[in-house]
């Protein structure tokens, strides 16, 4: 069966200073992944997402994460913190059976300290 | 593009009524809509998964005839709570893949969620 662990359920750091948020994921084969961002009270807006081409994902507002097979990580990270990165980020595996459904993480709160 | 609304952003009900959620593509047709349940503090529960034309496909433990989903259209489902209960208050979550998606490899739109709040 599909699933991810995301492995800090709580990260803070100083703005300006780089963000590492983990995420491993289980998968019997080649999976599809994502990292979603839910800033308070909001919905969740599609980061990046991995499809089995480059290793290396760029996403919107400076993320990118790197599809690791060996280590089965998909780790997100940004070079320079901004306070409004602060928000709940989800990493997130496709489920094998190709009907679209999403198993998602348990979520990885990033504090951002000015 | 690639836009989802849902409405209301926030309701309160008495216990015992029905609440009806929309949630609409706006800018896309929607093969496939999906519904999520998001508790404080933790991560999305899917609760069904809904076609345009079918009968939604619920998750394990979720009672279909309290969460009735309907999905018109390619551009609108709507999630209705049955005679609603306090231990139904939640943030709930719509997504949307675009028509001729829904495969693994697709992405889901969310709509901004519905905070319920049943008194």
């Known amino acids: 069966a599909q699933s991810v662990t995301q492995l800090d359920s709580h990260v803070s750091v100083s703005e300006g200073t780089p963000v590492l948020l983990r995420c491993n994921y289980s998968?019997?084969?080649?999976?599809?992944l994502f990292w979603y961002v839910q800033h308070p009270n909001k919905g969740l807006q599609l980061l990046l997402k991995?499809?089995?081409?480059?290793?290396l994902v760029k996403g919107i507002n400076g993320f990118e994460a790197e599809f690791k097979k060996s280590e089965t990580s998909f780790h997100l990270t940004k070079p320079s913190a901004h306070m409004s990165d602060a928000a709940e980020y989800f990493c997130?595996?496709?489920?094998?059976?190709?009907?679209?459904?999403?198993?998602f993480g348990q979520g990885t709160t990033l504090q951002v300290k000015p | 593009g690639a836009v989802v609304s849902q409405h209301p952003s926030r309701v309160i009900c008495k216990s015992g009524t029905s609440v009806k959620i929309e949630c609409r593509s706006l800018?896309?047709?929607?093969?496939?809509m999906f519904w999520y349940r998001q508790f404080p503090k933790q991560s999305l529960m899917l609760m069904a998964t809904?076609?345009?034309?079918?009968?939604?496909?619920?998750e394990q433990g979720v009672e279909k005839d309290k969460f009735l989903i309907n999905h018109a259209s390619l551009t609108l489902s709507t999630l209705t709570v049955t005679s609603a209960h306090p231990e139904d208050s939640s943030f709930y979550i719509c997504?949307?893949?675009?028509?001729?998606?829904?495969?693994?490899?697709?992405?889901?739109?969310f709509g901004p969620g519905t905070r319920l709040t049943v008194l």
């Open positions: 997504s949307a893949t675009p028509l001729g998606g829904g495969g693994a490899t697709d992405t889901q739109y």
């Open positions: 998968s019997s084969y080649s999976p599809s």
């Open positions: 991995y499809t089995s081409a480059a290793t």
């Open positions: 997130v595996v496709s489920d094998l059976s190709n009907t679209g459904k999403l198993i």
């Open positions: 800018d896309f047709q929607a093969t496939t």
């Open positions: 809904s076609n345009e034309g079918s009968k939604a496909t619920y």
